[in-house]
Structures are given as structure tokens and as C-alpha cells.
């Protein structure tokens, strides 16, 4: 009796482990430059609502990390690229911000800090080495730090890096090595990464391979390609994500470090800002890109897949537009967290959106049916409005990029007026515009109501999602023990 008791409650162990760890999770950027952002809680809500299991954060945001306490979501925060030289210069400068950004939410929030991501991309070209010689430093007192804030061993640390730290001269994987202007830099991080447990992380765009070049064979930046594939010795690739990761361990092979621990930390596709910025194209590369993680599929020199966070949870129309107006649109999800495209995300489940998002009155502001667009006050009046609001999805090629002249500048003087919380006064351009309650969205084109900052509903407490299944576990328990008692 007391064998099959124990063999009931093994495999109740199994079942509870199952009812609340689930499944493996999908990881993802969360970007904080919005005007108009959603409440932290929702955006945990939407994380854990959609199977997403690990966040990596670009700065370390208060309410961001408090939400994201004690709810099973791993967190990668991440350190601006200003501050890298006050934390270089300053071992006490690192041991405040460990304190301040990691111990505090760990302690006080029960976030589960993860790694820290010292710097963003510091040593692409466009920097013109502003941070070459303060990273590695930087990247020595964190760790430091850490050490001294007994989170070495639970807390690791990294840098992530734009694929263009490594290149090839042939064109081929193999071939691939560390750019030679920072060749010996690369190797010092790389090896305190690697004598410290730390990952080292890429960023992996094929948008901006396509973007860059318009040459580029564009089936080639896709999974389901037909692209011709290019053959590399006995290894024939025919797609660039496969093509840029193997490059990289190429170059860590050559340099001594063939088994380096790699996470992309960046990867994904926008959906307007450009031609090839579009929903098509952006469901075609993230549905391969979860079919390949879902499904554990690593490259041809790396079976194992490394860690992949997806590029980006929703849009931030805050962001800077270099290198184009694409960069605010590379969200899985639009501003308010409503979908923009289906995607399959593993058991037969498709995305769901943010819920409790509260919105501004339901009007738009318009050019007035009396104002002629040839007007030069109302062309004065659309510079002024793009220049406080996001008028990115204008441009050509983009989602609102063929709009005749009148509904052009009603797109302006409304994103103006959103973004300006609608407020009395924001939508007089001259006496050439007017409030209306008809939405003037048309086809792919939205003309946005903003979400109100101030009537946000709170959701649930993000372990409230584990209840149901803690319940059935008791049911089980109750059910095993009332069974072991009459044996």
C-alpha cells in the first residue's frame, strides 16, 4: 500500500510541476519610450497572457521592475549606453546602481533579475567609438558589484552587441572573425564573460540586411525561403538569420571560445516606416522565427537554440527614427496592446491583447471641409504638428503613405491632438481644423485614439493567473490522500 501511495504522489508531483511551471516560454524586448505608455501591470499581464516567460528591459524603469515582480517572468535589465562611463570610472558609482536597480527589486518586488545588460550596441560604427574604451570597464565594476551585493552567482552579466561587431571577408560563415578595429576588445569581453558565467548576446536584424541593400534577395531573409541558399563548404544555408548566427560562431571558434553561451537579444521585423516594413512580412519572418523556437531548432553549427528575445513586444512612438521612421514600429503589438497580426504561439494558441486599456474620448481632430491643403498655414500647421507627434506611417510606402492631401493633414493634426492628450485648444490649427466622432481610419491606416493615463484599470495580481491551477493540485492531493486512506 505504501509503494502505490508513493508512486501516487510521484506522479502528482509530476502534474503539479507541469499544472504551474507549464510549458517553455518565449522571451521578448519591452520598450519604454512611448508618450502615451501602457500601464506596467497590463503589460505584465499581456507578457504572461501570451506565453512570453523572459523580458529583457532597456533601463531599469521603477514601475516596470515593481510589476514584474513575483511573476515568474525572468528579467535581462539593461544600463544606457550614458552611463557607461560614470559606472567605468567609478566602482562605488556601480555598486549604487546594483543597489538601487537590482538588489532593491529583488529584495522588495521578488523580480527575478536574471542578467544585466551592460550598454546597447556600444560599438556600432555611427557611435564613432564613444564607448570603446569605457564598456569593458563598466561591464568589470557591475560585475564587481554584483559580487559585493552576493548576486554574483544568481545575477550574470552581458553586453548586448550589433551583428556588425563580426563580418566576413568571403561572404561565407566560415570566414567569419571580429571586426578588426575591435578585434582585441571583443576578445577581453568575450573572455571575462565567459570566466564570469556571463552570455555573450547578439542582436540579429535580416530587416536591416534587406533595408541596407536593395540588392539583397529578399525570400533569403525569411525561414520558408526559395531563395537560392549559399553553400558553405558541406553546409548549405538558405535564410541570413542561419547565415549571420553561425558567422558569429565562426568567429568564436577561431578565437578559442567555441563554446561561448550566445542569447539573441534582438530580432524581429517593424510594420510600417517602410516599403518592406509591413504586416505580410513582419507575420511571414515572427511566425517562422516561433515556429524555429517552439520547435527548438538551432543552426546548422549550433543545434541547440540559444535564448531568442523577440524584437519587440509593442510600439513606441517616442523613439528615435535613426536609421528610419521604421524604428517605432517593431511591436508584435500597436501602442495600447491590441494585435496587429495573428501569430501561433505554441498549443494551438494565437496572441491575445492587453486588457483593461482605457482610452481617451472617442473623437479625432480633422482638417475643416472649408480648408484648402495648398494653404500654407495648414502646411506650416503639419510641420508643427510632426514635430511634437508621430507621423512616421506618412512616409512613402507606409501604412498611411497614400493618403490624398486633405486626409494627410487631418492625420497630422490628430496625432498632434492625441498625442497631446486631446486637450482643449490642440486642435486649432489656424481655424483650418475641426473635432469630429467619425473615425477617419481607412484600409491599413488608423487614425489613433490615445490611451488615457488616467483611467487605467488595474488588473488582477499577476499570481492570480496560478490559482486555478494551485486549486486543481489541491483537488488531486484531497483526491490521493482519500485514496491512500482506503488502501
Given at each position: 500500500m505504501g509503494k502505490h501511495c508513493f508512486l501516487y504522489f510521484f506522479m502528482l508531483f509530476l502534474v503539479s510541476e507541469g499544472l504551474?511551471?507549464?510549458?517553455?516560454?518565449l522571451a521578448c524586448n519591452w520598450g519604454l519610450q512611448s508618450t502615451h505608455p501602457l500601464q506596467a501591470n497590463i503589460v505584465v499581464k499581456l507578457m504572461k497572457d501570451n506565453g512570453f516567460n523572459k523580458v529583457k528591459l532597456f533601463e531599469a524603469d521603477p514601475e516596470a521592475l515593481k510589476a514584474l515582480g513575483k511573476s515568474g517572468i525572468q528579467v535581462m535589465v539593461g544600463i544606457p549606453n550614458d552611463l557607461l562611463a560614470p559606472l567605468a570610472s567609478n566602482v562605488q558609482a556601480a555598486v549604487d546602481w546594483v543597489q538601487q536597480n537590482v538588489s532593491k527589486y529583488i529584495s522588495q518586488n521578488g523580480a527575478d533579475i536574471r542578467y544585466v545588460a551592460v550598454g546597447n550596441e556600444p560599438f556600432l560604427k555611427t557611435y564613432k567609438d564613444m564607448f570603446l574604451h569605457t564598456t569593458?570597464?563598466?561591464?568589470?565594476?557591475?560585475?564587481?558589484?554584483l559580487i559585493k551585493a552576493g548576486l554574483g552567482q544568481k545575477v550574470k552579466v552581458t553586453v548586448p552587441l550589433n551583428a556588425d561587431v563580426y563580418q566576413s571577408d568571403s561572404g561565407l560563415p566560415s570566414a567569419g572573425n571580429f571586426r578588426a578595429d575591435i578585434h582585441d576588445l571583443m576578445i577581453s569581453i568575450i573572455k571575462f564573460l565567459r570566466d564570469n558565467g556571463g552570455p555573450l548576446t547578439i542582436n540579429i536584424y535580416p530587416f536591416l540586411s534587406l533595408y541596407a541593400d536593395p540588392n539583397f534577395p529578399i525570400d533569403f531573409a525569411f525561414f520558408n525561403s526559395t531563395a537560392a541558399p549559399v553553400v558553405d563548404g558541406s553546409i548549405t544555408y538558405t535564410n541570413v538569420y542561419d547565415a549571420n548566427f553561425d558567422t558569429l560562431i565562426s568567429a568564436l571558434e577561431k578565437n578559442g571560445f567555441g563554446s561561448m553561451p550566445v542569447i539573441i537579444g534582438e530580432v524581429g521585423w517593424p510594420t510600417d516606416g517602410n516599403s518592406n516594413a509591413n504586416i505580410e512580412y513582419a507575420r511571414r519572418f515572427n511566425q517562422g522565427l516561433l515556429d524555429r523556437i517552439l520547435a527548438g531548432k538551432g543552426t546548422p553549427k549550433r543545434r541547440t537554440p540559444p535564448d531568442v528575445y523577440l524584437f519587440s513586444l509593442i510600439d513606441e512612438d517616442n523613439k528615435s527614427t535613426l536609421p528610419g521612421n521604421f524604428e517605432r514600429h517593431w511591436?508584435?503589438?500597436?501602442?495600447d496592446g491590441s494585435i496587429k497580426y495573428q501569430l501561433k504561439i505554441g498549443g494551438g494558441k494565437g496572441l491575445v491583447p492587453a486588457k483593461g486599456v482605457k482610452y481617451l474620448a472617442r473623437q479625432w481632430c480633422v482638417m475643416s471641409p472649408q480648408a484648402s491643403p495648398s494653404d500654407p498655414s495648414v502646411q506650416e500647421s503639419m510641420t508643427y504638428a510632426c514635430t511634437y507627434a508621430d507621423c512616421t506611417s506618412l512616409g512613402?510606402?507606409?501604412?498611411?503613405?497614400?493618403?490624398?492631401p486633405k486626409k494627410n493633414?487631418?492625420?497630422?493634426?490628430?496625432?498632434?491632438?492625441q498625442t497631446m492628450d486631446q486637450r482643449k485648444g490642440t486642435c486649432s490649427f489656424n481655424n483650418r481644423s475641426v473635432i469630429t466622432t467619425i473615425d477617419p481610419s481607412q484600409g491599413s491606416c488608423r487614425y489613433e485614439i490615445?490611451?488615457?493615463?488616467g483611467k487605467h484599470e488595474r488588473p488582477r495580481n499577476s499570481s492570480a493567473g496560478r490559482r486555478p491551477n494551485s486549486l486543481i493540485a489541491a483537488l488531486i492531493i484531497a483526491f490521493m490522500l482519500i485514496i491512500c486512506g482506503g488502501l
Open positions: 504551474t511551471k507549464g510549458v517553455a516560454g569593458l570597464p563598466a561591464l568589470q565594476n557591475i560585475q564587481a558589484a511591436g508584435v503589438f500597436n501602442f512613402f510606402g507606409s501604412s498611411c503613405g497614400n493618403l490624398d493633414a487631418s492625420y497630422t493634426f490628430n496625432m498632434y491632438y490615445m490611451i488615457d493615463l
